[in-house]
Nanobody, 123 residues
Framework: QVQLVESGGGLVQVGGSLRLSCAAS????????MAWFRQDPEKEREFVAG????????DYADTVKGRFTIARDNYKNAVYLEMNSLKPEDTAVYYC????????????????WGRGTRVTVST
């Protein structure tokens, strides 16, 4: 059974940091590109960051570039999102996703999804 389980969300003040984790199981993790998306109510799910199967290639949305870092550990079957200098507009539910064919910014191309972890940035 495929599972992606996010953790690490919570309430943080503006300018603070959080580290999200996503634990994967039920599929060959090292064969998949991974990504983080986020979604606020009444908004579309948006791409945040992606990483290829090897961890050597990453991609970021312009809104988070320079503040967020995506990384993966293929031995632990996990992907991480380090978030620094958080802003109120970063408030959302964050989801990790897996794509067999490579990292993409399109949510509809991902094969597996977690249930999300909520991040709230307070002023």
């Amino acid at each position: 059974q495929v599972q992606l389980v996010e953790s690490g969300g919570g309430l943080v003040q503006v300018g603070g940091s959080l580290r999200l984790s996503c634990a994967a199981s039920g599929f060959t993790f090292s064969n998949y590109a991974m990504a983080w998306f986020r979604q606020d109510p009444e908004k579309e799910r948006e791409f945040v960051a992606g990483i290829d199967w090897s961890g050597r290639t990453t991609d970021y949305a312009d809104t988070v570039k320079g503040r967020f870092t995506i990384a993966r550990d293929n031995y632990k079957n996990a992907v991480y999102l380090e978030m620094n200098s958080l802003k109120p507009e970063d408030t959302a539910v964050y989801y990790c996703a897996a794509d067999y064919f490579g990292s993409t910014t399109r949510a509809d191309e991902y094969d597996f999804w977690g249930r999300g972890t909520r991040v709230t940035v307070s002023t």
